[in-house]
């Protein structure tokens, strides 16, 4: 077989066979076709499309091209749940204990921040002594004896996409539902879940800017889902605005704490609430209703806070976090954006927001950049709130004296304000399962 062949057949708009696609999948990932062949199939894919039939079977390929993990040691139903990328969302830190605490386990590997969206494997390594990389003997105890786990992904799973998300990152090939539906679900059908609640994000902050796009990118990744066996469902959410009111990692560990003590945002509470309560759901098969219900009770009544308190021991970690946030590092400096006028703040560009926390030193602009923990941002306001010319609206936080001004900069200069109140999207717009997709009311 010759890449060329399979370029030009994917240029003229042409469907490759799964013969063809395995054989670029091996070629990917054994390291024999150079990057620049690779590159020009993607960009022909990214063009042309892929059929339903082509993403499914370049997603098994995929999920094969290296590792399975076999959490076969974990007993009975394991749930996992994956937002395609969101600013301010630290719901895994949430959802996770409300899983663990309605008797779904939950085996969380989650990856490390990249670009503008933070990782959640970053943001609980803000805890003291928390270990996110375990033997996997010590994983499958502590899921089963604690209910959850949250460790980084390691190991050799899905490493072809590996090296195709490099690629498709650096040839502007990133935003095709195709590739993006076999890139994620990949890694998660070789992550070893039994089910699956996937947020698909949607807005300026999201790789999806529109609600039809993302509604699609669900479908096809819930289908996938399903015919790997895998119970697969998706809630379609904003990311016009940024989840809760902090970005960051320390600052974010304390805002889910505060929402596990049943005092978080509203918009962060109703998100954790509604995944998990998903999660319950694929995983006991009770009515959606019925585990809502359940995982109100957990978040109320101090059984999945007690869940997190266990996991951060088992992991390690000073579970004294809990009741003082205050031992996570502290930031050395900080500054304040006030309204510039009196009105409400208006929307915001979610993904320069992301970029200003990268800036303050909350992420990392290349994967061997260190992250601070204590960096981040609080917000006072949120787009749609009043205000009066002088009010503080945000709280920036940083260690470097440069960076905190940079960091300002960018934020001051996205945010904007209007004399009427602008209109918002809901938080959650719609659900995607097997059945179809259904309005969030
Ligand atoms: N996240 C992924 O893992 N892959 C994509 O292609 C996009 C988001």
Known sequence: MQMTDLIIKKRDGGELSREELAWFVRGVTDGSLPDYQISAL???????????????????????????ADLSGIEGIKADK???????????????PLTAACGVRVAKMSGR??????????????????????????????????????????????????????????????????????SIMSKKLASGCDVLVLDVKTGSGAFMKTREDAVELARLMVSIGEEAGVRTSALITDMDTPLGNTVGNAIEVEEAIETLHGRGPADLTELSLALAAEMVHLGTGDALTVCMERVKTAL???????????????????????????????????????????????????????????????????????IDPSAGIRFLKKPGDAVQAGEPVAHLYSDDAEKLADGTALLRSTMGYCSAKPDLVPLIQARVSREGVEEWH
């Open 113 to 182: 921040g990249l670009g503008f969206t933070g990782g959640t494997a970053d943001k609980i390594l803000s805890i003291p002594g928390f270990r996110n990389e375990i033997e996997p003997q010590a994983f499958f105890d502590n899921v089963n004896r604690v209910g959850a786990s949250l460790i980084a992904q390691t190991g050799n799973l899905a490493p072809a996409d590996k090296r195709l998300y490099a690629l498709r990152d650096v040839t502007g090939t990133v935003e095709n539902r195709s590739l993006i539906a076999a």
């Open 300 to 370: 109320y009544d101090g059984s999945a806070r007690k869940v997190l308190a266990n996991l951060i021991q088992a992991q390690h970690g000073d579970h004294g976090v809990i009741d003082n946030p205050g031992l996570m590092k502290q930031p050395r400096l900080n500054a304040s954006i006030c309204a510039e006028k009196d009105g409400y703040l208006d929307k915001m560009d979610t993904e320069a927001v992301g970029r200003s926390a990268l800036l303050l030193g909350a992420g990392r602009a290349r994967k061997e950049d260190d």
């Open 82 to 96: 994956h937002s395609t990328g969101g600013v301010g969302d630290k719901t895994t830190l949430i959802c996770t």
């Open 42 to 68: 993607l960009m022909a894919m990214f063009l042309r499309k892929l059929t339903l039939r082509e993403t499914v079977e370049l997603t098994r390929l995929m999920a094969d091209s290296g590792d399975r």
